[in-house]
C-alpha cells in the first residue's frame, strides 16, 4: 500500500455552506415538468405509502416506464430511489394530514426531487471541492473545477428531475471521498474509526447500486482501491456496509417477482422497450460507433461539456504521479468501465435526454484528473474558456428541455440554442409564483449563480500556513505536472 501524505485541511464552513447553497438553488429552480422516467419512480412510492403495495396498476397507462409480472404492473426502475423515498412521502402525508390539508402530487414530487436529487447533488459537489484540495489544488482552481461540474455538465439537469443518476452519482462518490480520505490521513484514525468509515463507504456504495444498478462499477472499483491502499482486513467492513442493501434488493426482487436475483429490467413491457430484451437487459458487446455517439455525436459528452477532453488528459498524468497513482487508476478504470458499458448498450444516450445520462455517474472521475491536466497558464485559460462554453451549451438544455426527444437528432443548435434566444423555457420558480414568462424567469437564477460564485470565491482564505514538505511536493506533483520522487 502507498504510504500516507498530509493534506491540506477541509473547507472552512462558511465555502462549504454557500457552495451548497449556490448549487442547490441552481437544481430547484427549473421546474421541469415529470415524464416516465420519473413518474414511475413516484407512483411507486405513492402505492407502497398510499396502498402498502408495490404495484403501480391503477397509474400504468401513465407511464410506458414499467414492467409486467403475474398479473401487475410495476416500476422497471431499480427499487433504491423508491425505497428511499418512501419515508419522505410518508412523512410529508403525517405533516398534511395533522394540518387537515391535501398533499398536491405536484408538491410531493416537488420535495422529492429536491431531497432525492437537488440535495445530495449541492452535497456531492462540496466533497468534489473538498477532495480536490486534499489533492493537491488550490482553492481558486478546486473551486472552478467544482463549478465546471456542477453547472456545466449533465449533472445540472439530472440534478433538477427525480432521476436516479445524480442521486446514485452522489452516494458513490461520497464512498470514494471517505475511502480517500481514509487513505490520506491513516495515521489520524484509531482502528475503530478506520472501520466505521469504511462501513460507511461501503453502506453508501451499497445504496448507489440500489438506486442504479450500473453504480456496481463503483463497487468493484472500490474494493480494488481499497485492498491495494489499505490494510487488507478492512474489506470486511467495506462489504458489511453493503449488506443492507443486498438484503433490500433481494427481498424487492422476490416480493416483486418471485426470484431473488431477477432484475425489474428483465419484465419491461411497453414494445418501445423491445430492446432491452437483446443479450442483458439491452447489453450486448461493445460497439465503435456508440462509443462515439456517446462521448461526440449531437448529445455526446463531450459536445456539451468539451472541457471534460481536459479529464482524459489528466487521467495518464494522474495514473502516473507516484503520490496519487491510486486515485488516477481508480478514475481510469471508472470512467473506461462506464464508457464500455455505454458502448455496449442498445440505446447509448438513453431515449428522451439531453446526454449520454449513463455516464452522469462517472462524470466525477473525469473532473478529478482535469486538475492535473491544468498544468501551465494557457491550458487553463482554454479550461476556463471551454468549461464556459460547456456551461451555455448545457444551462440552454436545462433550461429549454432536458428531455428532448429522440427524433430532434441536432438539439444543440436546432432546438435548444433557438428556444433559449426566443425565451421558450421550462417552468421556473419565478413563473409558477408571478406567471412570468420567457426569457425574463431566467434573470433571478442567473442573478443567483453570479451573486453565490462571487460570495463563495469571497470566502475562500486569501493565505494558507504553509504546507509541510511532502505535501507541497504532492500540490506541486498535481499543480505544476512534475511528478513527485
Request: net charge positive; aromatic share 12%; proline share 9%.
Amino acid at each position: 500500500p502507498h504510504a500516507p501524505r498530509p493534506v491540506v485541511p477541509s473547507p472552512r464552513r462558511p465555502v462549504a455552506l454557500l457552495l451548497t447553497l449556490l448549487l442547490i438553488g441552481a437544481y430547484v429552480y427549473f421546474r421541469v415538468p415529470p415524464g416516465p422516467n420519473e413518474l414511475t419512480r413516484f407512483f411507486s412510492i405513492v402505492v407502497l405509502v398510499d396502498e402498502g403495495v408495490p404495484y403501480i396498476d391503477r397509474y400504468a397507462g401513465l407511464t410506458p416506464d414499467k414492467g409486467y409480472h403475474n398479473g401487475h404492473y410495476y416500476s422497471d426502475k431499480a427499487p433504491g430511489t423508491f425505497l428511499l423515498g418512501v419515508p419522505i412521502y410518508a412523512a410529508l402525508r403525517v405533516v398534511a394530514s395533522a394540518f387537515g390539508l391535501a398533499l398536491p402530487p405536484s408538491t410531493a414530487l416537488a420535495v422529492l426531487q429536491v431531497l432525492l436529487a437537488a440535495l445530495p447533488s449541492a452535497v456531492q459537489g462540496v466533497l468534489l471541492f473538498d477532495l480536490l484540495r486534499r489533492l493537491g489544488s488550490p482553492e481558486g482552481r478546486a473551486l472552478g473545477l467544482t463549478l465546471s461540474f456542477g453547472l456545466a455538465t449533465i449533472a445540472f439537469p439530472f440534478a433538477s428531475m427525480l432521476f436516479g443518476h445524480q442521486l446514485a452519482s452522489s452516494l458513490a462518490f461520497a464512498a470514494f471521498a471517505l475511502l480517500v480520505r481514509l487513505r490520506l490521513r491513516t495515521g489520524d484514525y484509531t482502528e475503530a474509526a478506520a472501520r466505521r468509515r469504511v462501513v460507511i463507504s461501503g453502506l453508501l456504495a451499497g445504496l448507489a447500486t440500489l438506486v442504479e444498478y450500473p453504480a456496481v462499477i463503483v463497487v468493484v472499483a472500490l474494493l480494488g482501491y481499497l485492498w491495494l491502499t489499505l490494510p487488507r482486513r478492512l474489506t470486511i467492513p467495506f462489504l458489511v456496509g453493503g449488506v443492507p442493501s443486498a438484503i433490500a434488493l433481494v427481498a424487492y426482487n422476490w416480493l416483486v417477482f418471485g426470484d431473488p436475483f431477477r432484475l425489474s429490467y428483465q419484465y419491461v413491457s411497453d414494445p418501445i422497450w423491445a430492446g432491452m430484451r437483446e443479450g442483458f437487459v439491452g447489453l450486448t458487446y461493445p460497439r465503435l460507433s456508440a462509443l462515439a455517439e456517446v462521448l461526440v455525436g449531437p448529445r455526446g459528452l463531450l459536445s456539451f461539456s468539451p472541457h471534460l477532453v481536459f479529464g482524459m488528459i489528466g487521467l495518464r498524468r494522474l495514473a502516473r504521479d507516484s503520490r496519487l497513482r491510486p486515485e488516477g487508476w481508480f478514475c481510469a478504470f471508472t470512467v473506461a468501465a462506464f464508457l464500455l458499458l455505454n458502448a455496449s448498450y442498445y440505446a447509448p444516450i438513453g431515449h428522451w435526454s439531453m446526454g449520454p445520462r449513463f455516464l452522469t455517474i462517472a462524470i466525477p472521475y473525469l473532473v478529478i484528473p482535469a486538475a492535473a491536466a491544468l498544468v501551465t497558464q494557457n491550458r487553463q485559460m482554454a479550461y476556463c474558456a471551454l468549461a464556459g462554453l460547456s456551461f451555455l451549451f448545457v444551462f440552454a438544455g436545462t433550461a429549454v428541455d432536458p428531455k428532448v426527444r429522440t427524433e430532434i437528432v441536432f438539439p444543440l443548435v436546432d432546438y435548444f440554442l433557438p428556444r433559449l434566444i426566443r425565451g421558450e423555457v421550462q417552468p421556473t420558480l419565478l413563473s409558477e409564483a408571478f406567471g412570468t414568462t420567457g426569457f425574463p424567469t431566467l434573470l433571478p437564477l442567473i442573478a443567483w449563480l453570479v451573486g453565490g460564485i462571487v460570495l463563495v470565491w469571497a470566502s475562500l482564505p486569501r493565505r494558507v500556513a504553509p504546507l509541510p514538505a511532502s505535501a507541497q511536493a504532492v500540490e506541486v506533483g498535481v499543480v505544476e505536472g512534475v511528478t513527485p520522487v
